[in-house]
Every structure is written in structure tokens, then in C-alpha cells.
């Protein structure tokens, strides 16, 4: 799969996504109306987009593609992706959790999926309690995404057992700043694909 990295056009609202591993390889991907940020937007958090995305109808056959701009600072909210909601940020503009350089954007909150299909790319998911990422069933792909997480909590999380829940990541940074951090904890009948150069480092254990 390619590592190459994926950009929006301010001027066309328009993101290319040639050649992303684990993304449908098309270019041009129109946004509108559905972008997050905190001005020259159609929205100010990213829950309130994917409510709108959902109510026009948005399914996996037929996605609806959110893009979420660098904010004054976090966005503070957790968010509950459904079927057929893409989320996705620019991430050439600086998330490297290596150089500890968090310009793109952040979300102090969880992610949460409960059926369908979802994915979430460039986003920096960092949790001040709790789990970063929970899936109750359906199947999620994540990339290009980074996270901290701390003493106690949990990057990835299955909590339901037989859900069938499925996780495939592509290209992801992740810390556990503080031990006990835990990378995955899971319930039976729920997988974790990894896929090209995900890199986890200083957690503790997983859990089953």
C-alpha cells in the first residue's frame, strides 16, 4: 500500500486522495457541505457535521466525506461516526507525534462507532480519560491518525463480546505517554488488522 500523504485545496474545498493505503484511490474529493473548522466553514465541531451527514442520508454506498480543519486549539468533544461518514484532515499540515509538533487537528475526545462502515484519517485522537477509540460492532478503518494516550487508559477498545467489530489500520503514530497505558482491549469475536508502517510505542499491555 502507499504511504503518500493526501492534501485539501482550499480553493476547491477539494481533497486528493491519489494513492492513500486503505482509501479508495480517487482524486478530488468534494467536501462540501461538510467542513469543520472555526471560521469559513460549514461547521464549528465535527459531531454537529456528522449529524448533518447522517440526516441527508449518508450510507456506505454512498459516503459523505467530512473535512476537519486545524482548530484554535482541540476540538473538545467525543464523536459517534455512523455508516458511510468519512472524516478526514489535512494531515500534511504537521501531526507528527515523533517531533511532538501537533499542528493539525486534535480532538481532546473519543471516537465511537456502533454499526456500519466509517473511516477517520489525520486526525490527532487524544482522550483526557477513557478509551481514544471504541467499537460496539461494524467495521472502522483508521489512518494516518495519531494519539496519546495516558496512565490508565486505553487506545482501542472492543467492549462488546461476539460484536464481530472490526478495526483496520493504515499508517498511524500512537504513545502511551504514561504507564499503564493499554493499546487494545477486546472481547471475542472482534479483530485488529494492521496494515504498512503503524507504529505503537510504551504501552503496557493488551487485554483481553
Not at 482550499?10 to 469543520?36: A, E, Q
Amino acid at each position: 500500500m502507499s504511504t503518500s500523504q493526501y492534501k485539501f485545496n482550499p480553493f476547491t474545498h477539494k481533497l486528493d486522495l491519489t494513492g492513500v493505503g486503505g482509501i479508495t484511490p480517487v482524486t478530488d474529493i468534494s467536501m462540501r457541505p461538510y467542513i469543520v473548522g472555526p471560521t469559513n466553514s460549514d461547521y464549528t465541531t465535527i459531531q454537529a457535521a456528522i449529524n448533518a451527514a447522517v440526516a441527508a442520508g449518508a450510507v456506505d454506498g454512498a459516503p459523505a466525506n467530512i473535512l476537519v480543519k486545524p482548530n484554535n486549539g482541540p476540538y473538545i468533544e467525543n464523536i459517534t461516526l455512523a455508516d458511510g461518514i468519512h472524516v478526514y484532515a489535512d494531515n500534511t499540515s504537521g501531526n507528527n507525534q515523533w517531533a511532538n509538533t501537533r499542528k493539525g487537528a486534535i480532538l481532546q475526545g473519543s471516537v465511537t462507532l456502533t454499526s456500519g462502515t466509517a473511516q477517520i484519517s489525520g486526525i490527532d485522537i487524544s482522550p483526557t480519560t477513557g478509551s481514544a477509540i471504541l467499537v460496539y460492532g461494524g467495521e472502522l478503518y483508521i489512518s494516518f491518525c495519531s494519539s496519546y494516550t495516558f496512565a490508565g487508559e486505553t487506545l482501542l477498545e472492543f467492549p462488546v463480546s461476539l460484536s464481530s467489530s472490526t478495526v483496520i489500520m493504515n499508517n498511524n503514530s500512537f504513545i502511551g505517554t504514561a504507564s499503564p497505558s493499554r493499546f487494545l482491549v477486546y472481547e471475542s469475536g472482534s479483530s485488529c488488522f494492521l496494515y504498512d508502517s503503524n507504529s505503537a510505542v510504551n504501552f503496557s499491555e493488551d487485554v483481553s
